[in-house]
């Protein structure tokens, strides 16, 4: 297993899981009034590279996209 963390996820209020926990491959983001804090990804490299550029943009995507595993995160910058 491999685990790659970006930023702090301290003072989250809510998670978003992308992809299924099951498989072993999935991404947790810790979110702050709508904001990308902090972006763990379990497996997965691509996510991890793409979610750093949204965590140091204070980028605050829409939910509904956040959470669709199928919409790549460098999309939503």
Known sequence: ???QIVGLNIGFDETIVRG?????CFNVLYVKDGQ??????INRIKPYVQG????EAK????????AD??????DLL
């Open 1 to 3: 297993m491999k685990l």
């Open 20 to 24: 299924e926990p099951d498989s072993g």
């Open 36 to 41: 990308i804090l902090a972006l763990d990804c």
């Open 52 to 55: 750093r550029k949204l965590v």
């Open 59 to 66: 980028a605050r995507p829409d939910k509904n996209q956040l």
């Open 69 to 74: 595993a199928t919409v790549p995160l460098k």
